[in-house]
């Protein structure tokens, strides 16, 4: 199975709103709603922010969402915060048991 | 709270194995999957398979079946991945992870990582 395809930058000022998409194929992100997004500052584990396409764990701010149609999945944060900038990563569960990720999106906040 | 502590670098010449462990605390352990990716210098993540760590079963990514073996010890609340046949190529970082939910295989709660290096 091929990664997801993400882009591999966006940028944005500070408040400003921002979205990463993520397509993958009918075999994964068009067939689950088990889609999740995962923040990584460098060094540093990635962090859970969405799972199940929407859902934010405990503690997650709701500057970010989730969302889905057809084979592509987005991530939005909105009102940017320097924080922010960080490298982002799209996951889906896929057929025969596998999980899969996309390539990564490096965020920066201008 | 939940904890995933993870063994220490490694350095590893061509052909041979490593074996990472991850320690876990502050949940119950048999209720959720273990999960390893691993992430090479400046590339993404990538999945490596998971392990039920109550039954023992296992997924594997077709990429990593035949090289991988991952096992847990339930009386010390610890997984293990084992990697052979080492290439330059897997140089990496190697994360375990917990599935935290249900369904869908969200990753709640990561290790530190364990810097595997492939050297000759």
């Known amino acids: 199975q091929s990664a997801l395809t993400q882009p591999a930058s966006v940028s944005g000022s500070p408040g400003q709103s921002i979205t990463i998409s993520c397509t993958g194929t009918?075999?994964?992100?068009?067939?689950?709603?088990?889609v999740s997004w995962y923040q990584q500052h460098p060094g540093k584990a990635p962090k859970l922010m969405i799972y199940?396409?929407?859902k934010r764990p405990s503690g997650v701010s709701d500057r970010f969402s989730g969302s889905k149609s057809g084979n592509t999945a987005s991530l939005t944060i909105s009102g940017l915060l320097a924080e922010d900038e960080s490298d982002y990563y799209c996951?889906?569960?896929?057929?025969?048991?596998?999980?899969?990720f996309g390539g990564g999106t490096k965020l920066t906040v201008l | 709270q939940v904890q995933l502590v993870q063994s220490g670098a490694e350095v590893k010449k061509p052909g041979a194995s490593v074996k990472v462990s991850c320690k876990t605390s502050g949940y119950i352990f048999p209720v959720y999957y273990l999960h390893w990716v691993r992430q090479a210098p400046g590339q993404g993540l990538e999945w490596m398979g998971r392990?039920?760590?109550?039954?023992?079963?296992?997924d594997y990514a077709q990429k990593f079946q035949g090289r991988v073996t991952m096992t847990r010890d339930k009386s010390i609340s610890t997984a293990y991945m084992e990697l052979s046949g080492l290439t330059f190529d897997d140089t990496a970082v190697y994360y375990c992870a917990r599935d935290g939910f249900p369904n869908g295989w969200p990753l709640d709660s990561w290790g530190q990582g364990t810097l595997v290096t492939v050297s000759s």
């Open positions: 392990i039920n760590p109550d039954a023992g079963g296992i």
């Open positions: 009918t075999d994964d992100v068009g067939r689950y709603n088990f």
């Open positions: 199940d396409v929407t």
């Open positions: 996951s889906s569960y896929a057929i025969n048991y596998s999980l899969i």
